[in-house]
């Protein structure tokens, strides 16, 4: 598996980004697949996670705010994020891992597939 991602940069808070991640191998649409986001000397945050069959979850910092949305045709996910605030600012990273990862409140810890991250910064 090989996921890349692209989209990130730089915004002003309550601006808008789309963040896109396309997945290489094989069975696509069995995988679950998130977006983990880091800040240097801070734990990681799963910031949504979608199933194999579109059901979604995400963290409360971003509920409203962001959404998750995959394409098992083009083996792409992404995650459009409105309203940015500073404390978005962060290294997005794509991850995959088996099916039953999307089940558990862990499920950042879960995905054992990750792209090389894409920068978000947020600007006041």
């Known amino acids: 598996v090989q996921l890349v991602e692209s989209g990130g940069g730089s915004v002003q808070a309550g601006g808008s980004l789309r963040l896109s991640c396309v997945f290489s191998?094989?069975?696509?649409?069995?995988?679950?697949m998130g977006w983990i986001r880091q800040v240097p000397g801070k734990e990681r945050e799963g910031v949504a996670v979608?199933?194999?069959?579109?059901?979604?979850s995400y963290a409360d910092s971003v509920n409203g705010r962001f959404t998750i949305s995959r394409d098992n045709a083009k083996n792409t996910l992404s995650l459009l994020m409105n309203s940015l605030k500073p404390e978005d600012t962060a290294m997005y990273y794509c991850?995959?891992?088996?099916?039953?990862?999307?089940?558990?409140?862990?499920?950042?810890?879960?995905?054992?597939?990750w792209g090389q991250g894409t920068q978000v910064t947020v600007s006041s």
């Open positions: 979608i199933a194999s069959n579109g059901g979604t």
């Open positions: 991850a995959a891992g088996v099916a039953s990862a999307c089940y558990s409140s862990s499920w950042a810890r879960r995905l054992d597939h």
């Open positions: 191998g094989y069975s696509y649409s069995s995988y679950c």
